[in-house]
C-alpha cells in the first residue's frame, strides 16, 4: 500500500489542525494506520494508531484527549484531527502501515510510510 500525508502547516497554539493519509494500492482495510511524529535531532515518537476496521485506537501519552485517529475504509484515507495544539507538537509527522495486526514492536514493522507532511505550532 502507497501513502500519502497532507494537512500540515503554521497555527496557533490553541488551534487545529487535521492531516490526513490517503492510500492506494493493495486492500486498505487489511491495514493498521499509524500516525508518528519527528523533530530534528530527536527520535521518531508515536502518535496514534487505529485498527484495520478502526474499533479500536491507541494514543502517545503527550496527545491523549487532544488528537483523534479516525478512518473511512470505504475512500482509503485516515484522519488525525489535532486540537488544543502546542508549540511541542512541532514536527514533521508520517503516517504508516502495518499488515494485520494493531500492536508493534519497533518501526521495522510497519510496511509502508508515508512522505510525512510538516506541522508547525506557534507560540
Known amino acids: 500500500v502507497q501513502l500519502q500525508a497532507s494537512g500540515g502547516g503554521l497555527v496557533q497554539a490553541g488551534g487545529s489542525l487535521r492531516l490526513s493519509c490517503a492510500a492506494s494500492?493493495?486492500?486498505?482495510?487489511?491495514?493498521?494506520i499509524a500516525w508518528l511524529r519527528q523533530t530534528p535531532g530527536k527520535a521518531r515518537e508515536f502518535v496514534a494508531i487505529?485498527?484495520?476496521?478502526?474499533?479500536?485506537?491507541y494514543y502517545g501519552n503527550s496527545v491523549v484527549g487532544r488528537f483523534t485517529i479516525s478512518r473511512d475504509n470505504t475512500k482509503n484515507t485516515v484522519a488525525l484531527q489535532m486540537n488544543s495544539l502546542k508549540p511541542d507538537d512541532t514536527a514533521v509527522y508520517y503516517c504508516?502501515?502495518?499488515?494485520?495486526?494493531?500492536?508493534?514492536?519497533?518501526?521495522?514493522?510497519?510496511?509502508?510510510w508515508g512522505q510525512g507532511t510538516l506541522v508547525t505550532v506557534s507560540s
Open positions: 494500492g493493495r486492500r486498505f482495510s487489511d491495514y493498521a
Open positions: 504508516a502501515a502495518r499488515k494485520g495486526s494493531i500492536y508493534y514492536a519497533d518501526e521495522q514493522d510497519f510496511d509502508s
Open positions: 487505529i485498527s484495520r476496521s478502526g474499533d479500536t485506537a
